[in-house]
């Protein structure tokens, strides 16, 4: 084998009149009056060889046998193509090849889809296949962005003195958080290991060892239910420092992303990121991951309407709840009675029990509940700036319930009403978390990030009294309406860090059985710490303006945590069982 | 808190008389005539911190009552230290901080063992309290030296076009190779995904994409019985290439090896490091890892002792064996009759059944079998290149016992006979290994390295006649007597890989059913490829000059595949195993 001159894609003015080596692949193969005209394709892109029998007969015969997604080198004579033959639509489409020599390296069958961007193939099908999948130009490119992505959060880091440190990926499992997945002992009969949600303690650890900076991007595992943007196992930039405020921390963490926005896609980005409270972003977007590349926000008009005679508000005001509304900007003629429909449907999904609503026409409010305002109409034209042609969506009921449901219905009008400029990159902190959630389902308080984020310091003392009033030193990182990543300031007492075992309903014994070895390094010398983490499937799907993580992922499990090639998950050997002193109760067909 | 302005061990003439402030951890605390002098030390190093009553009161009664391992905060000037007070052991021995400020940040309880490097302490206190056995200076220093070592690999790779690709954690378990460990599946009962020995099978479908380089400091995990220098799971520096010869692949490895010790000890190595087959690699130091840091060959005397009349050596080439002899120069003295009795049970672990010695004396060679020799005394004189002083042994048995016995014996000699310039580092390529060893366990043979490995062209033929005359294009890495790490080309002709599961025992429909994907994208234009992989943990074992990979992992576990710190694995709850439909059979207490 000779050696590859230059990639395909990268053939230039640089290489003209040189004799040059390409290695590749067949895109395409023509035969245009007796010259074969092959576009090869190698991962930085394609470029067009030419062979010509009245130059080469061996190579023309040669390259008269290739078929597409055949493996070729091809050596030949960088030339400049005719004006009337340039392909304005290549990036090496002023160029091309005359073919001296060339070798079939391989043969190929025909694949099941060609390797082209425009082919709709179904997820199935692609991940069945995925090594050639993955030579679809758009699927190459996504890869080397997220090369690409972590070269430069790599170089940040390095830079500033963080360490990169690698904690096990075999654990303990834990009962706070998600759902572990676990991995049977052979030496130790009946016990298991847990895959990491996260490296969270040990990064904490690292802290206590006074490695002051670390980094790492760890896979992390979480057994749930899968969604468009879930994986069994994801991808962590994950970072812990010592000694620094939560601004200090925000800071880096700014840094690093205004770099990465620079090094992949070439933007700058204006710093400090706009920073909103949690309760702030509720209010006004009904999230906690707003979209603030348009505005339409959330409007409380609880006081407009509380002496409005329609009895879904007052029955919501009386009971505590509030009324909300959201004013599409003339999006009234956009939206038929059978669409509002719909829309409240939707609503529906996210708790509500309806969606009320009014157009705004030349003579006032028009729609099912008009006739209930009456002389309050002016007053609610003038709490949600309403002009003609506008579309009002009201919702009434509590503020989780109304929250939820105009932030979807927010977030669904705004891409329907293409109000979201896609170009834009809107970066957000979202500060001062609640501490804790409800859950229903355990029937206690589970922390909103995790048990080792550091509650307030005026709130330490209602921890015990009143969980659900306490703050925390938490902040979110959003993107677009994602959450890209989250994090806080940690406990380094431990006599703070077993109290807030206590309100999570930990008994003393528990935690210390759990947590012990955290506690006891408390008392040790625990520096300030705090950190945060970033999800980098998340970051690379949207610099790729992909929707979906599995877009840059090279080999995701299906919707179903299996993977359609390899045909993992699959049955074992009854020996392997045996040596892991389990047996299975349940074998899916 | 007020921001650092150095770390504690980087205190020099640069900051001389300014106000600095410091935050770490105190190593040691004295009182000197009402003067209070403070060790503090960071992951840096030590720098020595004064309290002066006369100066700052106030400070000093806080540094009063700190006590070692408590985290604090000092601000104060720099000043040069007096010429008789000059600490010449400490790098930042020639300056101390006046203090003008102290806050303390953390208190400790008193650690259960001094933070010291000298500290003999049990490997499993060690593991158990971790985060404070990381704080010793040699254990912060490894972890720094891993990092710098991972960050040379990668801007080496990076530089060279390679793509860093992450591969699945939750991969499939293959019937080839080590134990794998299993990970139940929630969603399909009764499955299982595997944890992987390598990522080997992806990497060669990320080369069937055409991503041309490919690397990854890849987690592997093996459910082995431990030895010192394995652990469950370990680090692996993957990497992969299309379209390169086996000499572009070496020369590549060998650039990145020696950028690593330029970049982490300073050091140039030689380049091309020496190549060796693995036959004379096995002839001449009966081990496929030899080390080359000191001489000692096995000698083949077979010819030599052919007309001997001593039985063993009779018998043993009857049968087809070989007689070796080491020459231990000027160690006749050295071992009484009692030591080599000793070497000869210790040569018995590797299957001989002892081992013959001979002292070289004035008047001939002495000892037990000395007698047997008679006229040929001369000529093994001459075969061993013997002189006065010399200890001669001999192992007699079928080849493979007498490489691994004699080997043995080498490397342990060159340890006790101070044979071996630690200060060295001696790379070596061990070449064309054989494809197969012949599995007694199995009743069949298995690959040398893995099943995807190339034969060579010219034995292609023999795969299905004489495996065991086979030999491939593999080559492993070797450091100072431990393998590094292996390669090979890999197959990329599917008739070949079909073959080669024949071999190893597969019938076409197993291998289809177990490897059907690699098999069927075998068949869609498949380059050329081959890589290497290189055990990272080893590799900085070596640079940082443990004996233990454990030295140089943040969180490993002990020798029973546990970690004694956070007591995985553990016992889960019974909803976790219906969640996962499994029983356990048996639980260790």
């Given at each position: 084998?000779?050696?590859?001159?230059?990639?395909?894609?990268?053939?230039?003015?640089?290489?003209?009149?040189?004799?040059?080596?390409?290695?590749?692949?067949?895109?395409?193969?023509?035969?245009l009056?007796?010259?074969?005209?092959?576009?090869?394709?190698?991962?930085e892109?394609?470029?067009?060889?030419?062979?010509?029998?009245?130059k080469?007969?061996?190579?023309?015969?040669?390259?008269?046998?290739?078929?597409?997604?055949?493996?070729?080198?091809?050596?030949?004579?960088?030339?400049?193509?005719?004006?009337e033959?340039?392909?304005?639509?290549?990036?090496?489409?002023?160029?091309?090849?005359?073919?001296?020599?060339?070798?079939?390296?391989?043969?190929?069958?025909?694949?099941?889809?060609?390797?082209?961007d425009?082919?709709?193939?179904?997820?199935?099908?692609?991940?069945?296949?995925?090594?050639?999948?993955?030579?679809?130009?758009?699927?190459t490119?996504?890869?080397?962005m997220r090369?690409?992505?972590?070269?430069?959060i790599?170089?940040?880091?390095?830079?500033?003195?963080f360490?990169?440190?690698?904690?096990?990926?075999?654990?303990?499992?834990?009962?706070?958080?998600a759902?572990?997945?676990?991995?049977p002992?052979?030496?130790?009969?009946?016990h298991?290991?847990?895959?990491?949600?996260?490296?969270?303690?040990?990064?904490?650890?690292?802290?206590?060892?006074?490695?002051?900076?670390?980094?790492?991007?760890?896979?992390?595992?979480?057994?749930?239910?899968?969604?468009?943007?879930?994986?069994?196992?994801?991808?962590?930039?994950?970072?812990?420092?010592?000694?620094?405020?939560?601004?200090?921390?925000?800071?880096?963490?700014?840094?690093?992303?205004?770099?990465?926005?620079?090094?992949?896609?070439?933007?700058?980005?204006?710093?400090?990121?706009?920073?909103?409270?949690?309760?702030?972003?509720m209010?006004?977007?009904?999230?906690?991951?707003?979209?603030?590349?348009?505005?339409?926000?959330?409007?409380?008009?609880?006081?407009?309407?509380?002496?409005?005679?329609?009895?879904?508000?007052?029955?919501?005001?009386?009971?505590?709840?509030?009324?909300?509304?959201?004013?599409?900007?003339?999006?009234?003629?956009?939206?038929?009675r059978?669409?509002?429909?719909?829309?409240?449907?939707?609503?529906?999904?996210?708790?509500?029990?309806?969606?009320?609503?009014?157009?705004?026409?030349?003579d006032?409010?028009?729609?099912?509940?008009?006739?209930?305002?009456?002389?309050?109409?002016?007053?609610?034209?003038?709490?949600?700036?309403?002009e003609?042609?506008?579309?009002?969506?009201?919702?009434?009921?509590?503020?989780?319930?109304?929250?939820a449901?105009?932030?979807?219905?927010?977030?669904?009008?705004?891409?329907?009403?293409?109000?979201?400029?896609?170009?834009?990159?809107n970066?957000?902190?979202?500060?001062?978390?609640?501490?804790?959630?409800?859950?229903?389902?355990?029937?206690?308080?589970?922390?909103?990030?995790?048990?080792?984020?550091?509650?307030k310091?005026?709130d330490?003392?209602?921890?015990?009294?009143?969980?659900?009033?306490?703050?925390?030193?938490?902040?979110?990182?959003?993107?677009?309406?994602?959450?890209?990543?989250?994090?806080?300031?940690?406990?380094?007492?431990?006599?703070?860090?077993?109290?807030?075992?206590?309100?999570?309903?930990?008994?003393?014994?528990?935690?210390?059985?759990?947590?012990?070895?955290?506690?006891?390094?408390?008392?040790?010398?625990?520096?300030p710490?705090?950190?945060?983490?970033?999800?980098?499937?998340?970051?690379v799907?949207?610099?790729?303006?992909?929707?979906?993580?599995?877009?840059?992922?090279?080999?995701?499990?299906?919707?179903?945590?299996?993977?359609?090639?390899?045909?993992?998950?699959s049955?074992?050997?009854?020996?392997?069982?045996?040596?892991?002193?389990?047996?299975?109760?349940?074998?899916?067909?």
């Open positions: 084998m000779a050696k590859r001159t230059v990639y395909c894609g990268q053939v230039t003015e640089a290489q003209l009149d040189q004799v040059i080596t390409l290695k590749g692949w067949v895109q395409k193969r023509r035969d009056g007796g010259v074969i005209f092959i576009d090869l394709r190698d991962r892109g394609i470029v067009q060889v030419v062979f010509n029998p009245e080469s007969r061996e190579a023309w015969e040669v390259a008269d046998k290739c078929r597409s997604e055949y493996v070729i080198e091809v050596t030949g004579l960088v030339e400049r193509r005719a004006p033959a340039v392909n304005p639509k290549m990036v090496t489409g002023a160029f091309e090849i005359m073919a001296k020599d060339i070798t079939i390296l391989n043969r190929a069958k025909t694949p099941p889809f060609a390797i082209e425009e082919q709709v193939i179904s997820d199935e099908i692609r991940l069945k296949n995925r090594a050639l999948d993955l030579r679809r130009p758009k699927m490119q996504n890869l080397i090369h690409k992505t972590t070269h430069s790599r170089e940040y880091l390095d830079n500033l003195g360490l990169d440190i690698e904690t096990p990926y075999l654990g303990k499992s834990t009962p706070e958080g759902r572990d997945y676990l991995v002992s052979r030496v130790h009969p009946g298991f290991y847990a895959l990491p949600q996260s490296p969270q303690i040990f990064k904490e650890l690292l802290m206590a060892s006074g490695f002051d900076r670390y980094y790492q991007i760890a896979r992390c595992f979480r057994d749930e239910d899968l969604r468009g943007d879930r994986q069994p196992e994801f991808t962590q930039v994950d970072m812990e420092m010592s000694f620094l405020s939560m601004e200090e921390i925000q800071e880096i963490t700014e840094g690093l992303l205004a770099k990465v926005m620079e090094d992949v896609l070439g933007l700058s980005v204006t710093l400090p990121f706009p920073r909103m409270t949690y309760d702030d972003a209010n006004q977007y009904g999230s906690d991951k707003p979209d603030t590349r348009f505005d339409m926000k959330l409007i409380d008009i609880s006081d407009v309407v509380k002496d409005v005679d329609f009895k879904v508000f007052q029955m919501t005001l009386d009971q505590g709840g509030v009324v909300k509304a959201l004013n599409a900007k003339g999006a009234a003629s956009k939206y038929s059978k669409d509002m429909d719909n829309l409240g449907k939707y609503a529906g999904q996210f708790g509500a029990k309806g969606l009320a609503w009014l157009k705004v026409e030349e006032g409010l028009k729609g099912p509940i008009a006739k209930f305002f009456g002389e309050k109409e002016a007053e609610i034209i003038a709490a949600t700036k309403a003609v042609g506008d579309l009002l969506m009201f919702g009434a009921d509590s503020y989780g319930v109304v929250s449901a105009l932030g979807a219905i927010r977030t669904r009008l705004g891409k329907e009403l293409g109000l979201i400029d896609e170009s834009k990159f970066f957000l902190w979202v500060t001062d978390w609640p501490q804790f959630e409800w859950s229903e389902e355990e029937g206690r308080y589970v922390s909103a990030h995790h048990p080792f984020t550091m509650p310091a005026e330490v003392e209602l921890l015990a009294t009143a969980p659900e009033k306490v703050y925390a030193e938490a902040y979110d990182i959003v993107l677009n309406g994602y959450e890209l990543g989250g994090g806080s300031l940690r406990i380094h007492d431990r006599a703070l860090q077993e109290q807030m075992f206590r309100t999570l309903g930990f008994s003393d014994e528990a935690a210390q059985e759990q947590f012990g070895f955290l506690l006891d390094a408390l008392d040790y010398g625990f520096p710490l705090g950190g945060i983490a970033l999800g980098l499937d998340r970051l799907m949207l610099l790729a303006g992909e929707d979906n993580i599995r877009e840059v992922i090279a080999f995701p499990k299906n919707g179903k945590a299996a993977d359609p090639m390899t045909e993992a998950p049955t074992v050997s009854p020996l392997q069982l045996f040596e892991l002193s389990i047996n299975v109760t349940e074998v899916e067909e």
